[in-house]
């Protein structure tokens, strides 16, 4: 039971353009929302965050969007780079003691110079 | 700060033998989490600490796996035997409160 999915497992996009990277989750309880950029041979290292009571939040390049009514959030990259091609990772969770976070299966992005 | 600490960083063992991954967490860090990756199902939680105390371990798949955190400072994932479907990623991460977590470099493990 996927209770967070990324159904596209692979996005390529032009150097320069933006990358839009969508996650659904189906837990209505998960209050906070996280991506991680994973590169090859590395752990996963934590990208943006965004909590229930928001529905945007943006960091530099990065911004991502919670559409809580659709149970759906996405990840900008503006703009695109190279260094930006890694394994995407949507996670949720809820707070309170002893929370813990579930992942979707990662989108690979690759951005073309 | 040295970060999460993985050992080994590659395993390759035969099926039916003993398997054990090492993690060191981050100095502070009050939560340890072992995680799995597949191509097939991404990246699944087995298992988890607050203050060496196990949490919730209903993601581990089999009773071949166990885990064990006997101090602050170091935790260890055991698989015996280990099958070839045991053959992944796997990563330690830790935390602190509410912060969020942070990976080690990951193991990673074939069991031919």
């Known amino acids: 039971d996927q209770q967070v999915k990324q159904n596209s497992p692979s996005l390529s996009v032009q150097e320069g353009r933006i990358s839009i990277l969508n996650c659904d989750y189906t837990n209505s309880m998960f209050d906070y929302f996280l991506w991680y950029k994973k590169y090859p041979a590395e752990g996963p290292t934590f990208l943006i965050s965004?909590?229930?009571?928001?529905d945007k939040n943006e960091d530099g390049r990065f911004t991502v969007f919670l559409n809580k009514s659709a149970k759906h959030l996405s990840l900008h990259i503006v703009p695109s780079q190279p260094g930006d091609s890694a394994v995407y990772f949507c996670a949720a969770g809820y707070t309170g003691a002893n929370s813990k976070l579930t992942f979707g299966k990662g989108i690979t992005l690759s951005v073309r110079p | 700060d040295a970060g999460v600490i993985q050992s080994p960083r590659h395993e390759v063992t035969e099926m039916g033998q003993e398997v054990t991954l090492r993690c060191k967490p981050i100095?502070?860090?009050?939560?340890l989490f072992w995680y799995r990756q597949t191509m097939m199902r991404g990246l699944e939680l087995l298992i988890y600490?607050?203050?060496?105390?196990?949490?919730?371990d209903s993601g581990m798949p089999e009773d071949r796996f166990s885990a064990k955190m006997p101090n602050a400072s170091f935790s260890t994932l055991k698989i015996q035997p280990s099958e070839p479907r045991d053959s992944a990623v796997y990563f330690c991460?830790?935390?602190?409160?509410?912060?969020?977590?942070?990976f080690g470099p990951g193991t990673r493990l074939t069991v031919t």
């Open positions: 965004i909590s229930s009571i928001k």
């Open positions: 100095s502070g860090h009050d939560y």
């Open positions: 600490f607050n203050n060496n105390v196990p949490i919730d």
């Open positions: 991460a830790s935390r602190t409160g509410y912060d969020e977590q942070y």
